[in-house]
């Protein structure tokens, strides 16, 4: 008989939590006991998970008991304090917040580009920013050929980021728009999301940069090379589903738009969709039941030698999100880690 594990979802409740239940079951993650873990007034909410009901439990000190992995998707600050009571109690933990993902003791991982770090992991594994995880499986096959100086990206990020809230509100905002040709007061952000572009996402800090677009900085080099610069700007979208990326890319060496397509056409979880004489690229929607990274619009940067642009799709909430937890399970099985 194939062995089994006892798998945690902590945050099982919520939208990406909710999304990795249904991603362990939909890859046939070899789950035998299913323990869903939540905030105190979610305890005794049944769930199902491979045809069986499971109650969610408090996610606390105990939970984790007999747990091998604990997957996390509640917060910072409830993985600060939760995520080291479960290493001690016996699991690793793959954590979705931003935590840990600079903490120099914790590996920060995308299966398709650094599996190795999960080899020197000390019971907690980071799952990278949603925006970064996409941007890192394109960047990873063109560095390894041709090695990657300088990206520019500007990402079109989708209301789902924000989770439950940015769903309901930004169809509400738009409901309430059509109905009378205005928002009265934004529902998810400062400014109305509803048919408009907010450039804009977390906190700002030094520079004028915000929080969201120096964790793609400080990920990519964490992950792919720490010799990468990256200059980002980060945009939310009135989408429910699917960041979307304009990625400028310098290289040392010289690479044509066909050897770029070449590339990603070989590399793992990257899904090319490039026919512009027919108008097929990737676009948001086409990412709502996608698991694959898509890239699109790939062509010389007529303004740079070693220059390539390209357009690049991922659905945040799985390979943002929930998938790229549970590819970190399977990876940490595959290189008998657990």
């Given amino acids: 008989m194939a062995k089994t594990y006892t798998v945690a979802v902590v945050g099982a409740c919520g939208v990406v939590g909710t999304e990795m239940i249904s991603t362990l079951e939909r890859r046939k993650f070899?789950?035998?006991?299913?323990?869903?873990?939540?905030?105190?007034?979610?305890?005794?909410?049944?769930?199902?998970?491979?045809?069986?009901?499971?109650?969610?439990?408090?996610?606390?000190?105990?939970a984790f008991k007999g747990v091998d992995i604990a997957i996390f998707s509640a917060g910072?600050?409830?993985?600060?304090?939760?995520?080291?009571?479960?290493?001690?109690?016996?699991?690793?933990?793959?954590?979705?917040?931003?935590?840990?993902?600079?903490?120099?003791?914790c590996p920060l991982v995308v299966p398709e580009v650094n599996p190795q770090d999960l080899?020197?992991?000390?019971?907690?594994?980071a799952n990278p920013n949603c925006s970064t995880t996409q941007m890192v499986v394109v960047l990873k096959p063109i560095?390894?050929?041709?090695?990657?100086?300088?990206?520019?990206?500007?990402?079109?990020?989708a209301v789902s980021g924000s989770g439950k809230r940015g769903i309901d509100g930004l169809l509400k905002e738009a409901t309430?728009?059509?109905?009378?040709?205005?928002?009265?007061?934004?529902l998810i952000y400062k400014q109305q999301t509803a048919f408009n572009a907010i450039p804009h996402i977390?906190?700002?800090?030094?520079?004028?940069?915000?929080?969201e677009e120096y964790k793609m900085v400080y990920e990519t080099q964490k992950m792919v090379d720490k010799n990468i610069v990256v200059s980002p700007t980060c945009v939310r979208i009135p989408v429910w589903y699917g960041h979307s990326e304009s990625i400028n890319i310098e290289t040392e060496k010289k690479l044509t738009a066909q050897q770029v397509?070449?590339?990603?056409?070989?590399?793992?979880?990257?899904?090319v969709i490039d026919d512009v004489a027919n108008e097929i690229y990737p676009t948001p929607i086409m990412s709502n039941d996608e698991d694959l990274?898509?890239?699109g619009r790939i062509r010389e940067d007529v303004s740079l030698e070693n220059g390539i642009n390209l357009w690049c799709v991922s659905n945040n909430i799985r390979k943002g999100a929930a998938l790229n937890a549970v590819q970190i399970a399977e990876t940490l099985l595959e290189r008998k880690l657990v």
Avoid: C
């Fill in 176 to 186: 309430e728009y059509l109905e009378t040709g205005k928002v009265a007061t934004p």
């Fill in 261 to 271: 397509r070449d590339i990603l056409s070989k590399a793992p979880s990257i899904k």
């Fill in 202 to 211: 977390d906190v700002f800090q030094e520079k004028g940069y915000t929080k």
């Fill in 143 to 157: 560095h390894d050929v041709a090695t990657i100086k300088r990206v520019v990206v500007s990402t079109y990020q």
């Fill in 76 to 105: 910072g600050d409830a993985s600060a304090v939760l995520a080291p009571i479960a290493v001690k109690e016996g699991a690793i933990v793959v954590d979705n917040s931003s935590q840990w993902r600079m903490d120099p003791n």
């Fill in 30 to 62: 070899p789950v035998g006991t299913f323990v869903p873990l939540d905030i105190a007034s979610q305890v005794g909410k049944e769930l199902t998970f491979n045809g069986k009901k499971w109650a969610v439990k408090e996610a606390k000190e105990g």
């Fill in 119 to 125: 080899d020197w992991h000390k019971g907690i594994i």
């Fill in 293 to 295: 990274t898509m890239v």
